[in-house]
T-cell receptor, first 114, second 112 residues
Framework: DAGVTQSPTHLIKTRGQQVTLRCSPKSGHDTVSWYQQALGQGPQFIFQ???????QRGNFPDRFSGHQFPNYSSELNVNALLLGDSALYLC?????????????FGPGTRLTVL | QQQVKQSPQSLIVQKGGISIINCAYENTAFDYFPWYQQFPGKGPALLIAIRPDVSEKKEGRFTISFNKSAKQFSLHIMDSQPGDSATYFCAANSLGADKLIFGTGTRLQVFP
């Protein structure tokens, strides 16, 4: 039973560039949430996708956008990168029918913005 | 009101001892309280979770104690082992909110 997978593992970008991160949910899950975890902090909710639509959004600017595909996988896009966007980006999956409280996290993508 | 406050920031425990991490919240709409364990370079792993209809939940060496009136909950790790050394996060969620609100984390070190 495959868990949540994310790619790439690490990424280095420069200010102003754009980045796309990818996530495949745990087998049987249909909902994907994205979180940003700055060094030494707890994860912060970015947004959640279900049925290919954004259901809820945290306090993040429009530079952060996402997409969910028919196979439930998801992408996180960040435009016009800032130094402050350097963080571990986590994807979590859940099953809507059983409530989305129980979320399982992937290993994350470490983004460094220079 | 959306915050979850976690303490202590770091904790050092001897092998075999009890590790206790505390969290407090303000939002009375929260109805799901999970604890996550995170090792360096890894994503958070769900450890144990509780809902407010019970005051305690135990799974192996891990126990959550929940005090609804005080709006506090805590994680107890019995017989702490060096392999338990990690960062622990409490979190909270409210029905239909879909997003987990995390505490700031506690770095636990268990020495042999």
């Amino acid at each position: 039973d495959a868990g949540v997978t994310q790619s790439p593992t690490h990424l280095i970008k420069t200010r102003g560039q754009q980045v796309t991160l990818r996530c495949s949910p745990k087998s049987g899950h249909d909902t994907v949430s994205w979180y940003q975890q700055a060094l030494g902090q707890g994860p912060q909710f970015i947004f959640q996708y279900y049925e290919e639509e954004e259901r809820q959004r945290g306090n993040f600017p429009d530079r952060f956008s996402g997409h969910q595909f028919p196979n439930y996988s998801s992408e996180l896009n960040v435009n016009a990168l800032l130094l402050g966007d350097s963080a571990l980006y986590l994807c979590a999956s859940s099953l809507m029918a059983s409530g989305t409280d129980t979320q399982y996290f992937g290993p994350g993508t470490r983004l460094t913005v220079l | 009101q959306q915050q979850v406050k976690q303490s202590p920031q770091s904790l050092i425990v001897q092998k075999g001892g009890i590790s206790i991490i505390n969290c407090a919240y303000e939002n009375t709409a929260f109805d799901y309280f999970p604890w996550y364990q995170q090792f360096p370079g890894k994503g958070p792993a769900l450890l144990i979770a509780i809902r407010p209809d019970v005051s305690e939940k135990k799974e192996g060496r891990f126990t959550i104690s929940f005090n609804k009136s005080a709006k506090q909950f805590s994680l107890h790790i019995m017989d702490s082992q060096p392999g338990d050394s990690a960062t622990y996060f409490c979190a909270a969620n409210s029905l239909g909110a879909d997003k987990l609100i995390f505490g700031t984390g506690t770095r636990l070190q268990v020495f042999p």
